[in-house]
Structure formats: C-alpha cells, structure tokens
C-alpha cells in the first residue's frame, strides 16, 4: 500500500512569490491533516479536512495560507504571498476515520523563503 | 507554558543501556497519547501508543499518569538504530483530530 505522497519535496522561493504544495493521502483515508515545523520549533498543526470539507483550521496562521481539497481526495496548500517566516518543513498525514486516531504522515515539503 | 514539554536532550548512551524520557501535557481533557520517532530530515512515524494502564512493545515500554499529566517512555538494551528524536504528541480529543506535538528529545546511542 503506497503511503503518503507529497510534492515538492523541496522549493525554494522568493518573498512575495506564491507556492503550492500538493499531498496525496493513502487511499481510502478521509482525514487529512496539514502540519508545519519552523526552524528550532516543534510541529504544528495547520488544518484538518474530512473528506472535502475543513474540520478544523484554527492552525492556519494567516489569510496568505488557503488549503484546499477538492473531491475529498488530494489537497494542495498555497501560500501567497510567501514571507521568510513561512519557511519550515510542511508535513500531510492522513487516518482512515474509523475506530482508529493513527495519523500517517508523509515525508514533508522543505520550504525556504528567500 | 507549551501544551507539550520534553526535555530536548540530547540524551548519549552506550549500545544496551537503559534510557527513560518523559514529557508532561497541560490539558488536563486530553484523550490519546503517544510517542512518536522521528529521524533527521524525515517524517514522523508512530512508536506506540500510550495507554493509562502502561503499555510495552518489545525493548519499548510507555507509561502515562493522568493525575499527574506525565507521560514516560522507557528504552531497554538501546541499539545504534534507537539513534532519533522521540517526540510527545497528544490528541485534545480522541479519534481524528489535530495532534499536539512535544518539540522533540534527541538520542543519540553509540558503540
């Protein structure tokens, strides 16, 4: 069974511009969970999708961020426009929603904002 | 104050020692507990979970004291490959939702 699947796995950008990131959870998951880990901090939690819609987002630290899961299946997060803070490792995980709170993650998105 | 703290460590032993990191949440609500490993430069993966009646998986065992808010994780006969960052997360709530991280206790175990 693939595993959690997240594009890029590195990008490095300029302040002002905008960037995508993109998570494929495993299949069948209807969670699924953004993170961020900023430099020296621990991990964070951004937002929560079940299926399409937003459970919970009281993790997203600005209007710049906007996470979107159409379908209910992939989701992409975009930040725009991108400031140096914003720099970190973006992890995706995902749980199936039944009788279990395992989350898996994937391998993160290294963001660096120039 | 953090809703999860570790001591960051690093923690260096000897291959076979025993090696015990703990960690305390401020909710007293929270639900599910667990410790989770993180390599350098890669995503976490879930060790185990902790339950109140103790729990132990192998050279792993994981204690948890709700009255206490104190959560503990034990590494018998450490192994080279034990060489991570063990991380404290607690759920607010059970079941699907957001977890709350620990910043992480370094290990570093050498021959």
């Known amino acids: 069974e693939a595993g959690v699947t997240q594009f890029p796995s590195h990008s490095v950008i300029e302040k002002g511009q905008t960037v995508t990131l993109r998570c494929d959870p495993i299949?069948?998951?209807?969670?699924l969970y953004w993170y961020r880990r900023v430099m020296g901090k621990e991990i964070k939690f951004l937002l929560h999708?079940?299926?399409?819609?937003?459970?919970?987002e009281s993790g997203m630290p600005n209007n710049r961020f906007l996470a979107e899961r159409t379908g209910g299946t992939y989701s992409t997060l975009k930040v725009q426009p991108a400031e140096l803070e914003d720099s970190g490792v973006y992890f995706c995980?995902?749980?199936?929603?039944?009788?279990?709170?395992?989350?898996?993650f994937g391998p993160g998105t290294r963001l660096t904002v120039l | 104050r953090k809703e999860v703290e570790q001591d960051p460590g690093p923690f260096n032993v000897p291959e076979g020692a025993t090696v015990a990191f703990n960690c305390t949440y401020s909710?007293?609500?929270?639900?599910?507990f667990f410790w989770y490993r993180q390599d350098c430069r890669k995503e976490p993966k879930l060790l185990m979970s902790?339950?109140?009646s103790g729990n132990e998986d192998g050279r792993f065992t994981a204690q948890l004291n709700r009255a206490s808010q104190y959560i503990s994780l034990l590494i018998r006969d450490s192994k080279l490959s034990d060489s991570a960052t063990y991380l404290c997360?607690?759920?607010?709530?059970?079941?699907?939702?957001?977890?709350?991280f620990g910043a992480g206790t370094r290990l570093a175990v050498h021959p």
């Open positions: 995980a995902s749980s199936p929603g039944w009788n279990t709170d395992t989350q898996y």
């Open positions: 999708f079940v299926k399409e819609s937003k459970q919970d």
């Open positions: 902790v339950y109140s």
């Open positions: 909710n007293s609500a929270s639900q599910s």
């Open positions: 997360v607690v759920a607010p709530s059970g079941g699907y939702n957001k977890l709350i």
């Open positions: 299949s069948g998951h209807d969670n």
